[in-house]
């Protein structure tokens, strides 16, 4: 069974940092997609970042210049450097892996993890 398991969310004040981290406990094989989303409440949840296998990287415009996802050397983690966190950020956020083939793919998700920015 795959779990994807975040850490690192927490309360921080406006302007400050936060690094989030997802590791996968299982196996998952194959090229794929990892990535973070957001949820704040009663909102729908929305793209913040993803990074390829390859290293190709996407972000949301309200992430961009700000977050940087990256993923570490131990195989399917990935990470989000938060930097200049504003109240909007504020959110449960959720780790993704996702392989979209034709024979072999998944789509899995973390419990998520709570980041609070106090103004």
């Known amino acids: 069974q795959v779990q994807l398991v975040e850490s690192g969310g927490g309360l921080v004040q406006a302007g400050g940092s936060l690094r989030l981290s997802c590791a996968v406990l299982g196996s998952i094989f194959g090229s794929n997609t990892m990535g973070w989303y957001r949820q704040a409440p009663g909102k729908q949840r929305e793209l913040v970042a993803t990074i390829t296998s390859g290293g190709s990287t996407n972000y949301a415009d309200t992430a961009k210049g700000r977050f940087t996802i990256s993923r570490g050397n131990a195989k399917n983690t990935v990470y989000l450097q938060m930097s200049t966190l504003k109240p909007e950020d504020t959110a449960v956020y959720y780790c993704?892996?996702?392989?979209?083939?034709?024979?072999?793919?998944?789509?899995?998700w973390g419990q998520g993890t709570q980041v609070t920015v106090s103004s």
């Open positions: 993704n892996a996702k392989r979209e083939g034709q024979i072999y793919r998944y789509d899995y």
